[in-house]
């Protein structure tokens, strides 16, 4: 692959906050990289200065081979984009609010026709093209949203929280969107603050809390950063006291702690020794409510770098 935008040493802040602090990242051609974080970690101030909607404070950014500050409107034809907000005109149409932003990328005549006509396809709402804006539900806004992204064919698509507060309906239709525009060729930049989208999406993530990237890297990669062990939890509704000294001596386990009324073990392959946990429980007759693997994941990785949750 080869290097499509190099962010280097970026720095913004709004008064005394730093909103980005010192990042340097590099996004390959063809990739769907992901910025995962909670709200207020600076994923949002990264794409506007990407966009060049935002001046930098410091730092470079170069898109395509071209400077940031050099080039800004070169730098714009290479991306859609799709932001938090919405930004349709609800006394609009679908199919008005598209030719409006068709016009605005510089299509008209029969090519911003077909192009219009390929969002409404794109959105799965060519039969709602002519009703307004207004009465749409939030998840079909944001599916108009990334059509007009679109629109003039970009290389590169920023979508920026694009499935906040829609439905699952919509949700789904937005991932695999993504899914597609990638498979044909596509560099997409992902943020958003749910795990498991960042998951099914992204060829490589970088983790942002407060200003800052603390880790980059494929699933895999980052994964191997809290280590590559399964956590068995096991709720108990009572205990004989000799349940830690027991399982500790099971093959393949690493870790036994005992809470009041759960016991947590870390093991490298949990399916290879539940038998063995489980037997050892029923001989000491601990009654077992509930069993729970919890297999190396990007919130664990997250927890693991930032003491705390995701949505904390």
Same mark, same amino acid.
């Given at each position: ?18 909103? &980005? ?13 992901? #910025? ?10 990264? +794409? ?14 170069? &898109? ?15 991306? !859609? #984009? ?19 932003? !068709?016009?605005?990328? !510089? ?17 799965? #709402? ?6 307004? +804006? ?23 698509? =920023? ?14 239709? =937005? ?25 099914? #999406? ?75 946990? +489980? ?13 729970? =693997? ?19």
């Amino acid at each position: 692959m080869m290097t499509f935008i190099d962010i280097k040493n970026l720095c913004k802040s709004y008064g005394n906050k730093k909103a &980005v602090d010192n990042v340097s990242l590099v996004i390959e051609e063809g990739e769907v990289f992901g #910025l995962l974080g909670p709200n207020g970690a600076g994923k949002s101030t990264l +794409i506007s200065m990407l966009s060049t909607l935002l001046k930098p404070d410091a730092g470079e950014i170069t &898109v395509g081979g071209y400077g940031i500050t050099e080039k800004p409107s070169e730098i714009k034809k290479f991306f !859609g #984009l799709v932001p938090q907000d919405i930004a349709l005109y609800p006394t609009l149409t679908a199919k008005e609010n598209l030719l409006f932003w !068709g016009r605005m990328y !510089g299509l008209s005549g029969r090519l911003l026709k077909e192009r219009v006509e390929e969002g409404l396809q794109l959105a799965g #709402l060519s039969d709602r093209a002519k009703d307004k +804006i207004e009465s749409f539900s939030g998840g079909m806004k944001r599916r108009i949203n990334v059509a007009a992204a679109l629109l003039h064919h970009p290389k590169a698509i =920023i979508m920026d929280e694009p499935t906040v507060g829609i439905d699952p309906q919509s949700r789904n239709h =937005i991932l695999e969107t993504v899914r597609r525009l990638n498979r044909e060729g596509m560099t997409v930049i992902y943020t958003s603050h749910y795990m498991e989208e960042v998951e099914f #999406l992204c060829t490589r993530i970088a983790i942002m809390d407060q200003g800052r990237v603390i880790a980059v890297g494929n699933k895999e990669e980052l994964q191997k950063l809290v280590g590559e062990t399964d956590t068995i939890h096991i709720g108990v509704s009572s205990m004989s006291g000799k349940e830690k000294d027991f399982i500790e001596k099971i093959e393949g386990v690493d870790s036994v702690v005992v809470g009041e009324d759960k016991i947590t073990i870390s093991v490298k392959d949990a399916d290879s020794i539940l038998a063995s946990v +489980i037997s050892q429980f029923d001989a000491l007759k601990c009654r077992i409510q509930s069993i729970n =693997i919890e297999e190396p994941n990007l919130e664990r990785v997250f927890l693991h770098l930032t003491g705390r949750a995701l949505r904390d």
